[in-house]
């Protein structure tokens, strides 16, 4: 009887899931540069926890910028802390890039990061996938040189600005 039905199995839930998988990017290769990266001007929130909430206070922080009324720029994660050292928390801040005459929305703090020397790693995908591919990417090209991750990372998303298009992704790490 198993037999029989594996066409239908297939088609009701392994073809949707990897359609999925597909639209949010977890296909798209990464790519890992040595380059030069930064300078960022950005407003921020502290936080430190589970790995698994930082997206609430991003939110926070997102919402501080509209009631403001300032234009937030692209998503900025200061990851300070490993998380695989500290079963899963961190400490980072948390935030959004700022032009450079652009005021600091009440509430936040005011971070920058000078230009820099960084190993890149970059995918378009989904937000809630992209970071994972990065890291391991990144991770995977620092191997062979007895290299590994090393924190403080930043992390930029930019959204495509299309709800059906995905945002690019792109992970720091200071050479």
């Known amino acids: 009887m198993l037999k029989k039905q594996w066409p239908a199995f297939v088609l009701a839930f392994v073809l949707p899931l990897l359609a999925v998988f597909w639209w949010w990017g977890g296909f798209n290769a990464v790519s890992v540069t040595e380059t030069e990266a930064?300078?960022?001007?950005?407003?921020?929130?502290?936080?430190?926890?589970?790995?698994?909430?930082?997206?609430?206070?991003?939110?926070?922080?997102?919402?501080?910028?509209?009631?403001?009324?300032v234009e937030a720029g692209d998503t900025i994660s200061v990851i300070l802390d490993d998380p695989r050292a500290a079963s899963g928390k961190v400490r980072a801040q948390l935030g959004y890039t700022l032009a450079e005459g652009a005021p600091i929305p009440e509430g936040l703090k005011e971070g920058r990061i000078e230009r820099r020397p960084v190993y890149a790693a970059q995918v378009e995908a989904a937000v809630l996938l992209a970071p994972s591919k990065a890291y391991q990417a990144l991770s995977d090209t620092l191997e062979p040189s007895g290299q590994a991750i090393v924190m403080p990372t930043v992390e930029l998303?930019?959204?495509?600005?299309?709800?059906?298009?995905?945002?690019?992704?792109?992970l720091e790490m200071n050479r």
């Open 38 to 69: 930064g300078p960022y001007r950005y407003a921020y929130l502290d936080y430190e926890g589970p790995i698994s909430n930082m997206r609430k206070t991003q939110r926070k922080a997102l919402d501080e910028f509209d009631a403001a009324k």
């Open 157 to 170: 998303y930019r959204p495509a600005g299309q709800a059906n298009r995905i945002g690019t992704f792109i």
